[in-house]
């Protein structure tokens, strides 16, 4: 059977969540792995830690956060943000994250998603693509299927199709794309669904959509209209406003196979 | 405390494996030591990547033999994901590659009528009780992350739906072996390893008696 998978996504800064987080019971709602621990609790399928340290001195704090997940969170964990290299991969797995995500450096030279799945297996290469739809105002010409990749955390537009970066980046050994809308991130409208159903029907490897969720319905509908095998949100969780049983529970009324929470 | 030897052959996240295993109580550790895995109640043999490059790094540290030995002596053993593969003869993933010939047959690709890898839970189908399953809840979710899976069915004691039914557990005398992550499936996977450690502790090898040294 497939079953698909809901991810609560943690954005960390300087080894503190940031984007807030308004659960009652927590000790420390601002420490990652008290609030992992809690995801995990309720039946969390998997999670993402977005490490949005910009100080370099500070990157560090990323492995501690990683290495005191790994001794009390046993679901799967994946790290993005700032890896460039095999060795920054192999820092943070070898500290217990499951999987890295690379997505500038990825862009910039397509070759180390080879080099990590060839080192570590495609299982833990997650590819993660920010795309927005193209505009009059690009500096370059419109892609083939009027989405462009953006990286820098979604500031820089890229002259590369993100359809096309999906399907090469699964030929090149990524195990999984974690696709973003620019247009739908933060607005509580929903997954692009086009773009999500472009990407996964292109691809022969899980697609995890992101960006936009506002309501359990927005969850159902990326797998049911947007072909997502996963997906990710932040808000709807971090405030309480939904549990992460509600959101199985929404989808498995809506004919979607889930691990009960 | 029950001593079992996590076989560190440098790849990936092994410690993910050790955690969970002291998580269940056992003094778990990553070692490529010969005479500690002797020592140890029970030998863990995990696995992440590819097949070829898994056995290459298993020779390089010579704890192919270690392992072999380990299943001869009829320690308790546990393999886990590629940890499972290495167990077969050969892999589709790396032809000429040679594994660890303990159970009969070739690790093959999934089928292409479904994504691969395989990452998502997915429910076991138990073919045959063991004592690994007991007190699991039914159905029982397990965390799979894997393009390739054993072909022959002899030994296979749950299966998962992906595709095909797929071989997702192994049993034969004292080789146990999941193609699931059994340290990355929660509670259920969690007590799967509660009750391997349960079962090296009562086989009683030397490991099994009081702790021989400080965990972690």
Redesign the interface.
């Known amino acids: 059977m497939r079953a698909a998978r809901v991810i609560p996504c943690l954005d960390v800064d300087a080894g503190r969540v940031v984007k807030g987080v308004n659960f009652v019971d927590l000790r420390d709602a601002g420490d990652p792995v008290e609030l992992a621990a809690r995801y995990d609790a309720e039946g969390a399928d998997e999670l993402v830690f977005l490490d949005i340290t910009a100080s370099s001195d500070q990157r560090d704090t990323i492995v501690d956060v990683v290495r005191r997940t790994a001794e009390q969170v046993f679901i799967p964990f994946t790290i993005g943000g700032g890896i460039r290299s095999v060795d920054d991969a192999r820092r943070l797995l070898r500290a217990g994250a499951d999987k890295v995500s690379v997505n500038t450096a990825a862009v910039e030279r397509p070759a180390l998603i080879g080099e990590i799945a060839e080192e570590f297996g495609a299982q833990c290469c997650v590819v993660a693509i920010d795309a927005r739809s193209c505009r009059a105002e690009d500096p370059y010409p419109a892609t083939p299927s009027g989405f462009r990749v953006y990286t820098h955390g979604g500031r820089t537009p890229f002259d590369l199709d993100a359809v096309a970066w999906a399907v090469d980046a699964s030929r090149r050994g990524a195990g999984e794309v974690l696709l973003t809308s620019m247009d739908r991130d933060g607005t509580k409208d929903g997954f692009d669904l086009p773009l999500t159903r472009l990407v996964a029907d292109a691809t022969t490897i899980p697609v995890i959509a992101s960006g936009g969720v506002g309501t359990l319905a927005h969850l159902a509908e990326g797998v049911v209209e947007g072909h997502a095998d996963a997906v990710l949100a932040a808000s709807i969780f971090h405030f309480g406003q939904h549990t992460i049983g509600e959101a199985k529970a929404a989808m498995t009324a809506a004919g979607i196979t889930v691990r009960p929470a | 405390m029950t001593l079992i030897a996590v076989l560190d052959y440098g ?3 092994l ?2 494996a050790q ?2 295993l002291q ?1 269940v109580g056992a003094d778990a550790r990553l070692t490529d030591d010969p005479g500690l895995v002797r020592d140890a109640a029970g030998v863990v043999l995990p696995g ?3 097949f070829g ?1 898994c056995m290459e790094a298993l020779r390089a540290a010579h704890l192919d033999t270690v392992a072999l030995d380990a299943v001869g002596r009829g320690q308790p053993f546990l393999g886990i994901c ?1 940890g499972m593969q290495l167990l077969y003869e050969r892999s589709e993933e790396t032809p000429g590659a040679r594994g660890l010939g303990v159970l009969p047959g070739t690790v093959r690709w999934l089928p292409d009528t ?4 395989q ?5 076991l189908d138990i073919v045959t009780p063991s004592s690994l399953f007991e007190g699991l809840p039914d159905p029982a ?1 397990m ?1 799979f ?3 390739f899976a054993a072909d022959d069915p002899t030994h296979v004691v749950a299966t998962c ?2 595709g095909a039914p797929l071989a997702a557990a192994v049993h034969r005398d004292n080789v146990f072996a999941t193609q699931f ?1 059994p ?5 259920n ?2 007590h799967l390893l509660g009750n391997f450690v349960r079962d090296a502790a009562a086989a009683g090898a030397p490991g099994s008696g009081p702790s021989v040294g400080g965990a972690r």
């Open positions: 790849i990936g996240n410690r993910s955690k969970a998580h992440v990547g590819a490059r590629v479904v994504k691969r890898p990452m998502q839970w997915n429910v979710w965390y992350v894997h393009s739906d992906y992550h340290e990355k499936s929660g509670a996977g969690l």
